[in-house]
């Protein structure tokens, strides 16, 4: 855009950035050395949605879930010193599971740095292991450009989180205001094009499999390739599995999803990754929670690993062929190049795999004999009575494996969660940010008492915003996940992981939600079905058995052929 | 097996950037033996000659992590073998031992190195050379009581005829522009 110039001051010129990215959405939370953007932003109430949280983390969080469900960078505002120290979980989990996220910190005026001045903290050095980029604005002039910059890299290529960090003198100062999107940067390559000797390579090696397995993660949701993949599978009969951030890429019901990878995720996937000829992985890493025992994994498969980051290609298991690129033109490229294959036999075999998992885990969990409830019965009649439709946010633990073993997904973009990071007391601000990225669709989020009480003081965010958000808690009194380890790997020894919880449903009642209690089988299907149908925020205490285990399990360190179906 | 190598960065000359880089080997725990940065032969563009020991395995992640930050434009590594380098040593030893005997002036002569000053109290030495030399030089004017010694980080040029920078950089304008 070129527009005549105007003088702003530096704090309006942040706000204006943001409005030429199309940031509709901010959260945030104000203090000293940001209060003159808050100032700023005031007058852009209109334009421009703000959203207080009650903790930076919640800000963090809410910015991911958001960013996840549009693909588009989430934004956070945060004082310095403190504020910008409750980002950096947030942070953190973002650079983890490649998530846009841009981050403004106010800090100490210029002439302060370096001089332990009030709330000053070193945040360009905090956030440098956990940013994809950070940059220090001293001076006003330098403010547009740096927030194209914080776009263009937090959005493209494999998207992270970034952080600059504006001082408030360079926030009072002023400039003319002249804003031009980035579009390159010399140093910094987003996407490799796609090889097509490579692809051929791939090609000829998924035309020779008899047992070709595909794996996708988070990359086909971020490169948009859901059409992509399911074209090529659809194409080559490959049965495809999923990592824990792939879940939703591929509807459920697709009869080539062959489930979940990785710890607990599905009995097939796992054992026959051993059993596999070729192993075809797509945007995904190999997480030690998915490969196991990486000296056992996929012993007898050849590699063929499509990812964006020139960094993951051979950085856990070696690929025999590696293309590199943007999933949605590497798929497409490579399903031009396949022949059409069927492989009915093997994928047999999944469904026999899935057959013994049925009757040793799944039958139990979904219907089970015994009188308290499990977590997977709520999780299954909840995907149930939103038609398969909703967004799931989950929390970290027993519930959000059981939640990604038996939600059902219709659409993509449909998953929020913390992987790579594992970070309880994100489901709840995760929650508030993807039910503003979607308004009208139902968000639910599962969380476990545990996490709940971690990130408990975003009900009032949600509650202030009038966020129609729907809140699971299923609750067991314990740290479940960590007990079952206590269970299985420390020999019962229960140590610190049994809560005494408060009233739930009055602390809701207290930040002004409804909500409802359920601890018994005949009572969950109405209760839930209340709960789908409640206009607005709605908080529904499940109590589930307070000593279940999650199963199937890889133990630690074991190979993907050792995953347990039972203790 | 670990051995000692070479890792040549390229980049952007920006505030935070030698952390950002230096990060990548805390996190894993690789000490860096030695570190030189300064501007390379074009303008704006800064060059990092970093010496670790560590396994060959390491050092291709290690690199590709380097190469990942945004700010960095190229990344590589080499085995010694491949590298031409050198470390630059100062030593200051007692002008008197001078007076004493010839031997000082021997060592200098025979072990390539100059004498860059001298006053009435000291005179500084100056030798160029691989890690082994410049030790063997200290050991040898140790005799005489050196009062100073300081050893520089390595400078390392690969035996490629000529540094491909600038060809490096012009490919790289050009890939981008192609991209939009």
Redesign the interface.
């Known amino acids: 855009m070129n527009k005549e110039p105007m003088k702003v001051s530096g704090s309006e010129a942040v706000i204006l950035s943001l409005l030429e990215e199309g940031v509709e959405v901010i959260f945030g939370y104000p203090g000293g050395a940001i209060m003159p953007i808050y100032d700023s932003l005031y007058d852009y109430d209109k334009k421009i949605t703000h959203i207080l949280t009650r903790h930076e983390q919640g800000a963090a969080h809410a910015a991911e879930g958001y960013a996840k469900i549009t693909g588009r960078a989430g934004v956070c505002f945060a004082t310095s010193g403190p504020g910008a120290t409750n980002l950096v979980t947030g942070i953190a989990d973002a650079m983890i599971d490649s998530i846009p996220m841009v981050c403004i910190t106010g800090q100490v005026a210029s002439p302060l740095l370096g001089t332990d001045a009030f709330q000053e903290s070193d945040v360009l050095g905090i956030s440098m292991p956990i940013t994809k980029w950070n940059y220090q604005i001293t001076t006003p002039e330098e403010i547009p450009e740096a927030i194209a910059q914080a776009f263009f890299i937090a959005q493209t290529g494999r998207p992270g989180p970034v952080l600059l960090d504006i001082t408030k003198d360079a926030q009072f100062g002023e400039l003319e205001f002249n804003y031009k999107k980035c579009r390159k940067i010399r140093s910094y390559v987003p996407e490799n094009p796609v090889d097509p000797f490579k692809v051929k390579e791939a090609a000829e090696l998924i035309d020779q499999s008899k047992r070709p397995l595909l794996l996708f993660g988070q990359g086909v949701i971020i490169s948009r390739a859901e059409a992509e993949l399911q074209a090529f599978i659809e194409k080559t009969g490959i049965p495809a599995a999923w990592t824990l951030l792939g879940l939703s890429a591929l509807p459920s019901e697709h009869p080539l999803n062959v489930g979940m990878l990785g710890m607990h995720g599905n009995y097939g996937p796992n054992v026959l990754t051993n059993e596999a000829d070729l192993i075809i992985a797509v945007g995904m890493r190999f997480d030690d929670r998915v490969t196991g025992k990486v000296s056992a994994y996929a012993r007898d498969a050849k590699i063929v690993h499509l990812d964006i980051d020139p960094a993951e290609i051979n950085k856990i298991i070696k690929a025999d062929v590696a293309v590199l690129g943007d999933a949605k033109k590497s798929l497409k490229m490579l399903t031009d190049n396949v022949k059409q294959n069927s492989h009915k036999e093997w994928l047999d075999q999944f469904n026999k795999a899935y057959q013994t998992e049925f009757e040793k885990v799944i039958e139990k969990d979904l219907h089970p004999t015994k009188a308290g409830l499990t977590m997977g019965e709520a999780i299954s009649l909840i995907s149930e009575k939103t038609n398969n439709e909703a967004i799931l946010v989950t929390d970290v633990g027993q519930h959000q494996m059981v939640a990604a073993r038996y939600f059902r997904f219709k659409h993509s973009r449909s998953f929020v969660s913390s992987g790579g990071l594992g970070t309880m007391g994100y489901g709840l601000p995760a929650a508030m940010g993807a039910q503003l990225a979607a308004p009208d669709r139902t968000v639910v989020t599962v969380i476990g008492d545990g996490g709940f009480q971690m990130t408990i003081q975003e009900l009032g965010t949600i509650v202030q915003n009038k966020l129609p958000v729907k809140i699971i808690l299923l609750n067991n009194n314990f740290l479940g996940m960590v007990r079952q380890w206590q269970q299985l790997f420390f020999e019962k020894r229960y140590s610190f992981t049994e809560l005494v919880n408060p009233d739930f449903l009055m602390i809701a009642k207290g930040f002004g939600m409804e909500g409802k209690k359920v601890s018994s089988r005949e009572n969950l299907d109405e209760a839930i079905a209340e709960m789908v149908s409640f206009d607005g925020p709605y908080l529904l205490e499940v109590v589930v058995e307070k000593e279940d285990n999650v199963f199937p399990m890889v133990p630690s360190g074991a190979s993907v052929s050792h995953i347990l179906l039972e203790p | 097996m670990k051995r000692e190598f070479n890792i040549t960065v390229f980049?952007?000359n920006h505030?935070?950037l030698l952390?950002?880089i230096t990060?990548v080997f805390t996190?894993r725990k690789i000490n860096i033996e030695s570190l030189t940065v300064s501007e390379s032969a074009i303008s704006g563009v800064y060059k990092f000659t970093i010496v670790v020991h560590t396994s060959e395995d390491s050092v291709?992640?290690v690199v590709?992590?380097i190469?990942?930050i945004?700010?960095?434009?190229k990344a590589f590594y080499h085995t010694n073998e491949e590298m031409i380098y050198q470390e630059i040593a100062l030593y200051k030893v007692p002008t008197e031992a001078l007076y004493d005997s010839d031997q000082i002036e021997n060592i200098v002569r025979n072990s390539g190195a100059r004498i860059l000053e001298i006053t009435r109290e000291y005179t500084v030495i100056e030798k160029t050379g691989h890690k082994e030399e410049t030790q063997a030089l200290f050991e040898q004017l140790n005799q005489f009581k050196v009062m100073q010694f300081i050893r520089s980080g390595r400078v390392a040029l690969t035996r490629d005829p000529i540094e491909r920078l600038s060809e490096f950089?012009n490919e790289?304008?050009a890939?981008?522009?192609s991209?939009?």
């Open positions: 980049s952007e505030i935070g952390t950002r990060i996190r291709k992640k590709s992590q190469e990942k945004v700010d960095v434009l950089l790289r304008d890939f981008l522009d991209m939009d």
